[in-house]
């Protein structure tokens, strides 16, 4: 039997919501990720230190006894951020790093920034303390087409404030295009991508070409075949600015099965089983240690993850389930529609 044992990973980019959802989904992340970074696009969303200490406390009582989680929690960006605020929590530990979401661009993004160069002052003071921005990239002109946001986004906005801020370190959360892939490769260090588990699995057939399929509808939206490819070259090849961010984002079915559903593909339960299936597929298993538990804390300047995980490879298929059953409602889980047989056994 093939087996593998890497540290145990992090999850760089991670929807752990609230109240019962939160309870529902935390323990497939935290029963074999160490720690996440967590977004703050609640309703309200998390505006400030002292709500996201409240947030993290929630989280940490929703933990299933025995496991071993830290949650890394980040602020939401908005036009009145407190710079002060950011760069205190920062100080203290409380807060790992500060998330922009264009206004518009997604879920809960509506309080996000419209104009980016109202929050130029809270970047040079995050620049100049070392607080990462977390960076939603698309932009929301409804005159872009939703197929080139990202690679508009780079253009507009990112590039513009690489320049202006270069000691700002920047992640480029969920990259789905070459163009993504490309940016993150050529600029200079302290700029990273994550990248997430279904954006190296389904391309937009998956989504549109057998019937609407609401499940695989995400933001940033999936794209062409050759981007998928991209990606998954970029995760596989080693390049330590490449990590894993699962955005895994549940949302109730009623919700997603609906005329105006919401995006948000829920991955944390099978995110391993799945990854090490595309790494296996790249012959490039020996590179997913740096992928889902190396590069990232490298790049956040955090150590590596003392604990392993071990993964082994059965003859039959893994099953998953299709759904899990919150108090309001069943939440489906992502079909890579290949059946999985990398299994983590400790
Ligand atoms: C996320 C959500 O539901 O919160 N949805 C998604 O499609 N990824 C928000 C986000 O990260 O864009
Ligand atoms: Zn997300």
Redesign the pocket.
């Known amino acids: 039997m093939q087996e593998i044992t890497i540290r145990r990973p992090d999850d760089w ?1 991670l ?1 752990l919501r609230d109240g019962d959802m939160l309870e529902t989904v935390l323990p497939y992340t935290s029963r074999h990720f160490a720690r996440a970074i967590v ?1 703050p ?1 609640l309703v309200p969303h998390i505006a400030t230190t002292k709500m996201a200490a409240e947030y993290r406390e929630r989280i940490e009582k929703a933990l299933p006894a025995g496991h071993n989680f830290t949650p890394l929690m980040t602020l939401y960006l908005t036009e009145d951020a407190d710079a002060e605020d950011i760069v205190s929590g920062f100080h203290s530990g409380e807060v790992t790093a500060v998330k922009l979401y264009p206004a518009g ?5 509506h309080s996000g920034v419209r104009n980016i160069e109202t929050v130029y002052p809270v970047f040079e003071r995050m620049a100049e303390a070392g607080v990462t921005l977390c960076v ?1 990239g698309e932009v929301t002109d409804p005159e872009v087409d939703i197929f080139d946001r990202e690679a508009v986004f780079i253009e507009r906005v990112l590039e513009p404030v690489r320049r202006r801020f270069p000691d700002l370190r920047i992640v480029m ?2 990259i789905t295009t070459s163009d993504g892939v490309d940016y993150v490769k050529s600029a200079p260090d302290g700029i990273s991508g994550t990248i997430t588990t279904h954006h190296l699995i389904i391309n937009r057939n998956a989504m549109l070409a057998h019937g609407m399929r609401p499940h695989y ?4 939206i999936v794209k062409r075949e050759s981007h998928r490819l991209a990606l998954r070259k970029a995760a596989t090849s080693g390049n330590r600015r490449f990590f894993l961010g699962t ?1 895994s ?1 549940p ?1 109730l079915d009623a919700d997603k099965e609906s005329a105006c559903g ?4 829920f991955s944390s339960i099978n995110t391993l089983s799945c990854l090490a299936h595309v790494f296996e597929e790249e012959n490039a298993l020996d590179k997913l240690e740096g992928f889902a538990s190396l590069n990232g804390p490298a790049f956040y300047g955090l150590p590596a993850n003392e604990q392993t995980i071990r993964m082994v490879r059965r003859d039959d298929a893994i099953e998953f389930p299709g759904s899990i059953e919150t108090k309001s409602g069943p939440v489906t889980v992502f079909d890579p529609m290949f059946p999985l047989h990398w299994d983590v056994v400790a």
């Open positions: 980019h929807h977004m696009n661009a997604t879920t809960n993004s939603h959360e969920h509808y995400c933001m940033p955005d984002a949302h919401c995006a948000g593909v």
